[in-house]
């Protein structure tokens, strides 16, 4: 009886022992291993994904922060961006400009589009007809004097090839839109002046792309083609004005249409991207379209009420607030990313670059105090105060960093002249977002700038006035 009980169980042990070899036979196949290292690795990626989920999150919470921070403690968010870029970047290698790919330079074309898009909405004709006279006066004067003083160094100094050197002017030439647009949103400034600033920056990237490119050719061909070179200036500033504002009024006019479709708030963008794109590809100024279609579309009332009229009966639709409040938040969230993406691209992996490039950058910023200072006249009617954020607004920006490394490719001490403008970038945002602050909190600072911009008699004048600001805003 007993052993009539044990047989089956030995029997059934049996073939729980075959079903168990089966199965890790089965898992021993290289398939299967396969298929269950992809599962963990899934769920690993799948944990990822979430961190990085609940890192974008938090940054958006620290954008808002910083803006706040700098509206109380005049400290620039873009600073505090750029070293969250440099720390996941180039110090603990997280993430690289490889890893990105084309993407990020897709990116920063539209966060530049949508700054330049947004700046051009808070400027109106009487400031820029007002304006227009010290702005390219400003703009010209900068961007020959930087080119120039740039050449020298590399020609005289380092002994650089002296058409290469003086590609390396014409690169960090201008201003950075994406740079000076934001900081002279939050500043205590006029609108001339903040005009003044924005035109500046937009006119000295369209500078620096058409030259730098020009000469880059010229050392490619051995052969220097003037005539090439003012045609592409003259299309990138006319042609890319004219077409910005054509858009900006099309647009104006099929708006209350736009809006009966359903979730159409974000169209106005899409169209500053279609105006962009269809300029750049036809060979002018993206940049400087999405800004003249910003400031047309921003006095469309004007534009309309006087010869306009006369062709066209129908009224053109403005932007409501709903629209501008979202199109800002939007600015400031790409805003955000764009920085911290400036830092992860900022690649110093020498330290003779970063040497030279910080000698360059303390020479560009002695050099504007006294470009200001002959550029910005008194009949100009600029406030003292705004002459001296004027001296201190010259970072270089994504504008420079693109042309170098298009340059390093093909041009003797390519690599050499990357590191450099990539340094220069660096030092210029950095040096600018810390004495923005300096200016306003530290009277001796002030007192230095409004005396070397030939303000000395009216010092006490300027530091009452940045007082009674700060006592206003703290209040």
């Known amino acids: 009886m007993i052993q009539a009980e044990l047989t089956p169980t030995a029997n059934t042990l ?24 992809n599962t963990i690795s899934n769920g690993a990626s799948s944990g990822k994904t979430g961190l990085a989920i609940a890192i974008v999150g938090l940054l958006i919470f620290a954008a808002h922060l910083f803006t706040s921070l700098f509206s109380k403690r005049r400290i620039p968010d873009v600073l505090f961006l750029i070293i969250i870029g440099l720390f996941i970047g180039p110090v603990l290698r997280w993430i690289t400009p490889e890893m990105l790919g084309g993407v990020g330079r897709i990116f920063t074309g539209i966060t530049l589009v949508l700054i330049l898009f947004q700046s051009g909405l808070q400027l109106s004709f009487n400031s820029i007809v007002s304006s227009i006279r010290s702005t390219t006066l400003l703009t010209l004067a900068n961007y020959i004097a930087t080119t120039v003083i740039i050449w020298l160094i590399g020609w005289l100094v380092f002994r650089i090839n002296p058409l290469v050197s003086i ?19 939050q500043l205590h400034m006029t609108e001339k002046s903040r005009a003044i600033l ?25 052969t220097v083609e003037v005539g090439s070179i003012v045609g592409q200036i003259f299309s990138s500033f006319v042609l890319s004005i004219i077409m910005g504002i054509l858009g900006a009024i099309f647009w104006a006019f099929i708006l209350d249409k736009v809006r009966l479709i359903k979730n159409s708030i974000l169209t106005t963008p899409a169209f500053v991207f279609i105006i962009y794109g269809i300029n750049e590809w036809m060979g002018y100024s993206g940049a400087i379209a999405a800004l003249a279609f ?16 006369r062709f066209v ?40 670059p970063i040497i030279i490039g910080l000698g360059i950058t303390v020479v560009l910023y002695i050099m504007r105090i006294f470009v200001v200072r002959f550029s910005i006249l008194k009949k100009y009617d600029i406030p003292n105060n705004d002459k001296i954020y004027m001296a201190v607004l010259n970072p270089k920006g994504l504008t420079a960093a693109v042309i170098a490394t298009t340059a390093a490719e093909t041009v003797p001490h390519g690599t ?8 220069v970038i660096l030092f210029s945002i950095v040096i ?7 200016i306003e909190k530290k009277k001796s600072v002030n007192r230095f700038y409004s005396r070397l911009l030939g303000l000395k008699n009216e010092d006490e004048a300027i530091l009452t006035e940045a007082a009674n600001e700060n006592n206003s805003e703290e209040e």
């Open 14 to 37: 049996g073939q729980v022992t075959d079903t168990l070899r089966q199965v890790a036979d089965t898992l021993m196949r290289p398939e299967v291993e396969e298929q269950v290292a």
């Open 167 to 185: 590609m390396l002017g014409t690169i960090l030439g201008g201003t950075a839109s994406a740079v000076v647009g934001p900081m002279v949103e």
């Open 198 to 222: 924005i035109l500046e920056a937009a006119l000295g990237n369209v500078l620096s792309i058409v030259l730098a490119l020009a000469i880059l050719k010229a050392i490619q061909l051995g």
């Open 294 to 309: 910003g400031i047309c579309l921003a006095n469309i009332e004007r534009i309309c009420g006087s010869w306009l009229k």
């Open 313 to 352: 009966k129908k009224e053109p639709t403005q932007l409501n607030d709903t629209e501008k409040s979202l199109f800002s938040e939007i600015t400031l969230l790409l805003k955000t990313f764009f920085f911290i993406f400036v830092g992860i691209s900022i690649q110093l992996t020498e330290f003779k």
């Open 416 to 423: 050499a002249i990357k590191n450099v403008v990539f340094s």
């Open 432 to 438: 600018t977002s810390v004495l923005v602050p300096l």
